[in-house]
C-alpha cells in the first residue's frame, strides 16, 4: 500500500512538472496565427494583405524619399554658409626692390635697401555667407517640381493600393470557386456512386444488360478524376491567396463565402465620369504635365542672368593659428560682394533644352489623352462582363432546380424500368453543369464588380 502511494504521488508531481512545463513553453513561444487554420473575410484579407505587401511599403519609402527632395529644394532658398582653412608657402618670400633717393643737402643721397613683403608661410581661414538673389526663377521651380513629386509618389501608392485589393479580391473569389467546384464534384461523385449501385444490382438480377453497368462504371471514373483536379485547384488558388496577401503558402486557410450579389444601378455615363474623376495614374499623369511645365520654366532660366550676395570674414597670419603678422595687416577683416554671373551666348544649347522640354509636354499631353480613352474602355469591358453576370444569376438558379427535378425523374423512371442508365447519366451531367454555372455566375459577378472598382478607382473593400 505504501508502495503505491509513492507511485501516485511520484506520477502526480511528474505530471506537474509537465504541465508548468507546457505553460512556461507556451507563455514564451505562443502560436501564431500563421499555424492554424484562420477564417478571412474579404476585408480582412484585404486588411491583411495592405498591412504586410512589401510592394506598398517600397511604395511609402517613395513617398518619404519625394519628402527629402522637397527639402532639399527649399533650403537652397536660404543662405549658405561655409568655411575654409588653407596654407600656401612661397619658394621666396616676396621683396620690394632697392632704390637710391636722391635728397637736398647736407643729406644727399640716400640708398633704401630691399624690403622684406611677405613671409614664406602663409595661413588663411575664412567663413563665408551665401544667399542667392536673383536665379531666374531656377530656385521656384525646382521646388515646384519638387513638391509635385510629392502628390505624384502619393498617388503610384494609391495606384499600387488598387492593383493590390484587385488582386486580393481575384484571388479570394478564385478560392470560393474553386471550393464550390469541390463541392459540386463531390456531390457528382456521390450521386453516381448511388446511381452504380443501382445499376449493379440491377445486372445481377438481370435487369440490365453489361453495357448499362459499364456506362455507370465509366462515369464514375470520370467523375473521381474531375473530383482529384477539383481538390488539387482548390489547393493551388489557396496558395495564391496566401501569397498575394502575404502569408505562408502553404498555411490554412478557411474563407467566408459570398453567395449575395448586389445590382449596380448607376449608367456606364457614370461610372466613366468617376473613373476620369478618380483613377490615380490619371491624376499622376496630370501632374507629370504640371512637372513639364516647371521643367520649361526650369530651362529658361538660363536665358536670365544670376545674382548672388557673398559675406565674409577672414584671418591671415603666418602661423596656424592665423593670428596675424606685420606680412598680413590687417590680419583679420570682413568683405561683401554682390556677383552676377550671365552666359549669354551658347550656341542654342539652352534654346534646344527649352524645345526638348516642350516635346516632352506635348508627349505628356497625348498619353494622356491615350490613358483616358483605355480607362474608358476598361470601364465599359467591367460594366458589361457585371451586366451579364446580373444577367445570368437568376437564370442558372432556375437551370438548377430544373436540372436537379429531371434528374429525379430520371432515377424514378430508371428504378421503374421504363428508361435506360444513359438517361440517368445524361441528367447527373446537366446537373452538374448547371451547379457550376450557377457558381460561375455568381463569383463572375463578384468578380466583374471588383473589376468594376479597380476600373473607376474605388478602394472599396465590399464585395
Not at 630691399?114 to 526663377?137: A, E
Not at 488558388?237 to 486557410?253: C, E, F, G
Not at 595687416?329 to 527649352?354: C, D, I, R
Not at 483616358?372 to 444569376?393: G, Y
Request: with cysteine.
Amino acid at each position: 500500500m505504501y508502495k503505491i502511494e509513492g507511485i501516485s504521488r511520484g506520477r502526480s508531481a511528474f505530471c506537474s512538472w509537465v504541465f508548468f512545463s507546457a505553460l512556461i513553453i507556451c507563455f514564451l513561444h505562443p502560436p501564431t496565427s500563421e499555424g492554424r487554420e484562420v477564417l478571412f473575410t474579404l476585408k480582412r484579407a484585404i486588411s491583411h494583405a495592405i498591412s504586410k505587401s512589401w510592394a506598398l511599403k517600397a511604395k511609402e519609402q517613395g513617398v518619404d524619399q519625394a519628402l527629402a527632395i522637397k527639402k532639399q529644394a527649399r533650403s537652397e532658398f536660404l543662405p549658405r554658409l561655409s568655411t575654409s582653412y588653407g596654407y600656401t608657402r612661397f619658394s621666396d618670400a616676396k621683396e620690394s626692390t632697392g632704390f637710391a633717393l636722391q635728397l637736398p643737402p647736407p643729406i644727399g643721397n640716400v640708398n633704401v635697401p630691399p624690403q622684406k613683403l611677405s613671409s614664406l608661410d602663409n595661413y588663411q581661414w575664412k567663413v563665408s555667407l551665401t544667399q542667392p538673389i536673383f536665379t531666374g526663377f531656377a530656385l521656384l521651380s525646382r521646388y515646384e517640381l519638387a513638391r509635385l513629386g510629392i502628390d505624384i509618389s502619393k498617388l503610384e501608392l494609391e495606384q499600387e493600393k488598387l492593383a493590390l485589393v484587385l488582386r486580393v479580391k481575384e484571388a479570394y473569389f478564385n478560392v470560393l470557386r474553386a471550393q464550390r467546384a469541390v463541392e459540386v464534384s463531390d456531390k457528382a461523385v456521390e450521386s453516381l456512386a448511388s446511381h452504380m449501385k443501382v445499376a449493379r444490382s440491377f445486372y445481377e438480377v438481370g435487369m440490365i444488360p453489361a453495357n448499362d453497368l459499364l456506362k455507370a462504371e465509366v462515369e464514375l471514373a470520370n467523375a473521381r478524376h474531375i473530383q482529384a483536379e477539383a481538390r488539387s485547384n482548390l489547393k493551388l488558388a489557396k496558395s495564391r491567396l496566401n501569397t498575394v496577401i502575404s502569408r505562408p503558402i502553404d498555411a490554412p486557410l478557411t474563407l467566408e463565402d459570398i453567395l449575395s450579389f448586389r445590382p449596380e444601378r448607376e449608367t456606364l455615363s457614370h461610372y466613366i465620369q468617376t473613373a476620369l474623376d478618380q483613377r490615380p495614374e490619371l491624376k499622376a499623369l496630370s501632374l507629370r504635365i504640371a512637372q513639364a511645365e516647371q521643367e520649361i520654366r526650369l530651362a529658361k532660366s538660363k536665358y536670365f542672368p544670376e545674382i548672388v550676395l557673398t559675406a565674409s570674414y577672414v584671418r591671415e597670419g603666418d602661423d596656424p593659428d592665423v593670428s596675424g603678422s606685420p606680412y598680413h595687416n590687417p590680419y583679420k577683416y570682413w568683405q561683401a560682394s554682390a556677383m552676377l554671373n550671365w552666359t549669354f551666348w551658347e550656341w542654342g544649347k539652352t534654346y534646344y533644352q527649352v524645345r526638348e522640354k516642350e516635346e516632352k509636354l506635348k508627349e505628356l499631353t497625348f498619353l494622356r489623352k491615350s490613358l483616358e480613352e483605355q480607362i474608358r474602355l476598361e470601364v465599359k469591358r467591367a460594366f458589361l462582363a457585371l451586366d451579364v453576370a446580373e444577367k445570368n444569376i437568376p437564370r442558372a438558379k432556375k437551370a438548377v432546380i430544373q436540372a436537379e427535378e429531371n434528374l429525379r425523374v430520371a432515377r424514378e423512371r430508371y428504378k421503374a424500368q421504363v428508361s435506360t442508365s444513359t438517361e440517368v447519366l445524361d441528367a447527373q451531367a446537366l446537373l452538374t453543369q448547371a451547379r457550376n454555372n450557377y457558381y460561375n455566375a455568381l463569383y463572375d459577378h463578384n468578380m466583374a464588380r471588383a473589376r468594376l472598382l479597380w476600373a473607376i478607382g474605388s478602394l472599396e473593400t465590399g464585395p
